[in-house]
């Protein structure tokens, strides 16, 4: 069932865990990720960040999440990750997101309000909901690769209640892609966010290669939504190679290599979901 993003993240923080947010690049990751969801009897975000448009176009993409939100037997909610110009925000809009992240995160503070603030009036209005950003995620997703950087408490609070913002994505040492040594996550800061925040649902970024220990804490002290994007582009990539070791002079076969993506992505959401239930 296509469902809004608020209502599935209150579900998510009142029951104290967290819903998997999973990124789509074709149509195999998403028949993964919803069979996956389905299976375990789970709401799951689906979502596409501005970035990987030269990718996967946003006209084609977004009717088929759109379709599968639909026919889900979970609920699913459609977000737009790291929209960072008003053009695509509205684009993903028009076509059936109901939520939008706007990334405002290079931005000094007072902007990143302003702007966000902004979004949250024009997205309400037609009844979508809003992601914000404070402090620096690490690599690229966003656009430059950028370094890891902490928000400060006082930044976090200021957008989180001057913003509007539904959800609000916090940086507390946490970078995607992969991670070049173990991630070292700021818990206290984590604690100090959704003490000050109270029932904001606030959202981690760059989810692959974090432990399921340090997750599973995460959740604990307000996290209630997880991104995972590099862990399913990894499990797609790498079904070319398990496929291609299958192949033992057989005649080539897309639908094998299909129905091999879809495993290995159904794998990999299954996993997380697991750990996210906590
Ligand atoms: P990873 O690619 O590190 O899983 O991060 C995903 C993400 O945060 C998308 O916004």
Known sequence: MFCPFPRILQDALIDKRAVGAFNVGNMEMLIGIIKAAEDKNTPVILQIAEKRFTHSPLEFIAPMLHAAAMRAKVDVALELDHGCSLFNIRRAMDLNFNTVMYDGSELPIEQNIEQ?????????????????????????????????????????????????????????????????????????????????????????????????????????????????????????????????????????SYFDLNEKIIENVYKCTCDHIEIFKV
Request: aromatic content about 4%.
């Open 116 to 252: 966000t603030a902004s979004i949250v009036k024009e997205a309400h209005k037609r009844g979508v909901a809003v992601e914000a950003e404070i402090g620096v995620v690490g690599g690229a997703e966003g656009g430059a690769d950028r370094m890891a950087n902490c928000a400060s408490l006082e930044d976090i609070v200021s957008l989180g209640k001057k913003s509007g913002a539904d959800a609000l994505a916090v940086a507390i040492g946490n970078a995607h892609g992969h991670y070049k040594g173990k991630p070292q996550l700021n818990f206290d800061l984590l604690r100090q966010a959704h003490e000050a925040l109270d029932h904001l649902p606030l959202v981690l970024h760059g989810g692959t290669g974090i432990s399921p220990e340090d997750f599973k804490k995460a959740i604990g002290l307000g996290i209630a939504k997880i991104n995972i994007a590099t862990a399913n582009f990894d499990a797609t990539a790498s079904a070319a190679f398990t496929y291609a070791d299958t192949l033992n002079g057989k005649e080539l």
